[in-house]
Every structure is written in C-alpha cells, then in structure tokens.
C-alpha cells in the first residue's frame, strides 16, 4: 500500500487537462479526455483500496478527519474526471497529498 501510485494517476489527469487546453486539435482533445478520465478512474481505485484495505479503526481514532478526507479525495477525482481544468486535477492532488502524509504517520508507529 503506498498513495504514491494514485498520486502519480493523479499526476497524469493534471498533466493531461494542461495539454488539452494548450492543443486545439479536436481528435488529441478527444484522445486526451479518454485518457485523463482512465487516469481519474485509477486514481480513485488507489485511495478506495487505501481507505478499506490499508487503514484500520487505529488509524480512524487517531485521524477523525481520514474519512472525511477520503471522501473528499474521491469527489475531487470524480471532479477532475468529469473536468478539463487543471485546477481540479490540482485540487485532487492537493489532497492526495494530505493523505499521503497521514499514511506516513501510520507507518512510523
């Protein structure tokens, strides 16, 4: 278990929303959609599989914020899904980033 992949998935729908708005071409636009809504989809499989196989009650007490967290994460991945602005492939990654930390955590106890 590592968040690290659903960041790099994340990473990728970013960087594919940057390139359909700097590219005209209606056949690389509908290239890149399919491929930035693969990369959300992935994503979301990632922090899904984190939130029921990787973290556990422990976690849940001392985190309260974790559920609402994951919750937030996979809405703003369903967002960026649906999106082609950078901005939400930035938001999703922003808090991909505040689970990453948390997962941290829980490794060095």
């Excluded at 029921?52 to 974790?66: G, Q």
């Excluded at 901005?87 to 997962?103: M, P, R, S, Y």
């Amino acid at each position: 278990y590592d968040p690290a992949q659903a960041r790099i998935e994340a990473e990728s729908v970013k960087a594919v929303q940057e390139k359909y708005q700097a590219n005209e071409d209606a056949d690389f636009r509908t290239r890149a959609v399919l491929i930035k809504e693969q990369r959300a989809e992935l994503a979301k499989h990632h922090v899904s599989v984190l939130w029921s196989d990787y973290f556990k009650p422990p976690h849940f007490e001392k985190y309260p914020e974790l559920h609402q967290l994951v919750n937030d994460t996979l809405k703003a991945l369903s967002a960026a899904k649906a999106s082609n602005d950078p901005a939400t492939g930035q938001k999703a990654l922003d808090l991909i980033a505040q689970i990453d930390k948390i997962f941290w955590e829980t490794k060095q106890a």
